[in-house]
C-alpha cells in the first residue's frame, strides 16, 4: 500500500485538490474494506470568504487550524461531509464525490454494504453504482464516514486512510465551487473533476446546455 502521508497535504490546497483525483479512500468498516476513487474536489483559503475557516476559529472548527493531512469533517444538509486541512493555517480541501472502486474477491460484500449504508430513497432498488457516491454526503454514507468518529482526527492506517493506487486522470474540469451563497467569492474556480468520471461527480458540467469551455470551465490536459 502507499498510503498518502503528511507531506502529501502539507501543500497549496489547490495543489492537492488537484493531486487527490484518482486517489482512494479506504475505510474499515464492519469487518469489511469499504473503498471509493476520488473524482471531485474543492479547495478552500481561509482568506476567502466561501471557507469555513473565513469565520474564524471554533472547536467546532477546529480540524481546519490543525496540522496538514488533519481531518476535518462537519454536517452539510444533515449529513457528514470529509475535508483534509493543507498547507496554511484554515486551508483545506473538500473531497466532493468519489465512485465504488474494488480490487479481489470483497468486491461483491463491500458493494453490498455500501449500497446498504446509502439505500435509494423511496425505492427498494439499490442506489446505481455510478451515482453511489455522486455528492460529499452521500460519500461519506456510503464508506460509513460520521463526524463522531474522524473530525479533528489524524489518518489511521488500521482503520481509515488515502491510497495512492497510479491511476492519474488524463484530463481534470476546472470549475466554480457548488453552493457558494451569492457575495462570498462564488466565482472562485476551485472545484475539480476527472473528466472522464465527470458523470459520476456531483453536477456534470459538460451535461449543461449553453456553458462554453472557457467561459464556465476550463479542462486541463496532463502529460
Excluded at 476513487?37 to 472547536?59: P, R
Aim: charged share 25%; proline share 4%; glycine share 8%.
Amino acid at each position: 500500500m502507499n498510503i498518502l502521508q503528511c507531506p502529501f497535504f502539507n501543500r497549496d490546497a489547490l495543489i492537492v485538490a488537484q493531486d487527490l483525483l484518482g486517489k482512494v479512500i479506504r475505510h474499515y468498516f464492519q469487518g469489511v474494506w469499504l473503498s471509493a476513487m476520488i473524482i471531485e474536489t474543492e479547495a478552500y483559503f481561509k482568506c476567502e470568504k466561501g471557507s469555513h475557516a473565513s469565520l474564524g476559529y471554533t472547536e467546532k472548527r477546529k480540524g481546519l487550524f490543525m496540522k496538514a493531512g488533519t481531518i476535518y469533517m462537519y454536517y452539510a444538509r444533515g449529513g457528514d461531509s470529509l475535508n483534509i486541512s493543507c498547507l496554511g493555517e484554515g486551508n483545506a480541501v473538500l473531497i466532493k464525490s468519489g465512485v465504488f472502486y474494488h480490487t479481489g474477491e470483497e468486491s461483491f460484500q463491500m458493494l453490498s454494504l455500501m449500497q446498504g449504508l446509502n439505500p435509494r430513497k423511496n425505492s427498494v432498488q439499490p442506489r446505481p453504482l455510478h451515482r453511489l457516491c455522486s455528492g460529499q454526503t452521500l460519500l461519506c454514507k456510503s464508506l460509513g464516514l460520521k463526524v463522531t468518529d474522524w473530525d479533528q482526527k489524524s489518518f489511521d492506517p488500521d482503520h481509515f486512510f488515502i491510497e495512492e493506487v497510479g491511476y492519474r486522470p488524463k484530463k481534470i474540469i476546472q470549475t466554480k465551487r457548488l453552493g457558494i451563497p451569492q457575495g462570498r467569492d462564488e466565482h472562485l474556480p476551485y472545484r475539480f473533476i476527472d473528466f472522464d468520471k465527470a458523470v459520476s461527480c456531483t453536477n456534470n458540467p459538460l451535461s449543461k446546455r449553453k456553458r462554453l469551455e472557457g467561459r464556465d470551465f476550463e479542462i486541463l490536459r496532463l502529460s
